[in-house]
């Protein structure tokens, strides 16, 4: 009788984690025949989303909210919304609407577009700018937020790194350059701080070169991921911002090493003059004795 409930009770909760795993419905109305934009906007550092997780959730992890009348939006923490199904007018107002929830908010308008297709026998690819997808489940919208919202962010931290590099020009040609004005160690510490904290947010927060959380549960979507992440090319951009910002690191620790070089160099020079000057003295005391 133990050995029958037992088996009974495991039945019962393989049956609740298989209903788990089920392919979310998003319960907005649209049809097999609609074709839905989706738009990614670059709104800030980041999304204080406690709120809404608790209260308009129609999806989490990343969270799915309604927005407007027959659409949605997938936010994410990293300062990133991905809306589908959004007129001009919806789209502006939403997003004024978050800005309670944005720290730091972007002074760029960093965004990327995808329209989706739906069809339920289709092959999911990529196909003139339109996303051919079977359906429009929430872990499937998940996905497509997550790659359109790494290329934006990635848009934003290439436009970040291009600025460095036009930023230590200066270093570098003064290294070269004996006449050109040497660089302060505060502004070299400085780019110093701002390329690993590029790197922090990049691969700590934003996590650029992971694969999405339904991923796991739904291995099935791997394929779609993948499509995207190559459409996108997000790890290729990822590997030349990481080699650009070596070289940045690279070149603004080299000037800072000669920098402390030359101010050690003349450190010993005032100590050489400093005894120089004292042996004078005293052999001025010993003449006047």
């Not at 589908?84 to 908010?105: G, H, M, T």
Request: contains cysteine; proline residues 5%.
């Amino acid at each position: 009788m133990v050995s029958l409930s037992t088996s009974a009770t495991d039945f019962d909760t393989s049956q609740q984690s298989d209903s788990l795993l089920q392919l979310s419905p998003v319960p907005l109305g649209w049809s097999p025949e609609d074709q839905i934009m989706a738009r990614a906007h670059l709104v800030g550092e980041r999304l204080i989303l406690k709120t809404l997780e608790t209260t308009a959730a129609l999806s989490t992890n990343p969270l799915i909210v309604r927005a407007g009348k027959s659409g949605c939006a997938v936010l994410l923490r990293y300062g990133v919304v991905v809306v589908f199904n959004l007129d001009a007018a919806e789209e502006v107002a939403y997003l004024d609407s978050l800005k309670p929830l944005v720290k730091e908010p972007s002074a760029e308008n960093i965004y990327e577009d995808l329209l989706l297709a739906f069809h339920p026998t289709t092959k999911e690819r990529l196909e003139q700018n339109t996303l051919w997808l079977k359906d429009c489940n929430a872990e499937r919208l998940q996905i497509v937020a997550e790659a359109l919202a790494k290329s934006v962010v990635l848009d934003y931290y290439e436009q970040k790194v291009s600025d460095l590099f036009a930023q230590i020009k200066p270093f570098t040609t003064a290294i070269q350059n004996p006449k050109e004005r040497p660089p302060k160690e505060k502004e070299l510490l400085r780019y110093i701080g701002g390329t690993l904290l590029i790197q922090q947010k990049m691969l700590g927060i934003v996590e650029v070169g992971d694969k999405p959380d339904p991923i796991w549960d739904f291995p099935d979507l791997n394929r779609l991921y993948l499509r995207l992440e190559d459409e996108y090319e997000l790890r290729e951009r990822l590997l030349i911002l990481e080699q650009k910002l070596t070289l940045i690191s690279r070149s603004v620790e080299t000037a800072l090493g000669i920098l402390q070089q030359g101010s050690s160099h003349r450190v010993e020079w005032y100590i050489v003059i400093l005894i120089v000057v004292e042996i004078l003295l005293s052999i001025y005391e010993i003449w006047l004795q």
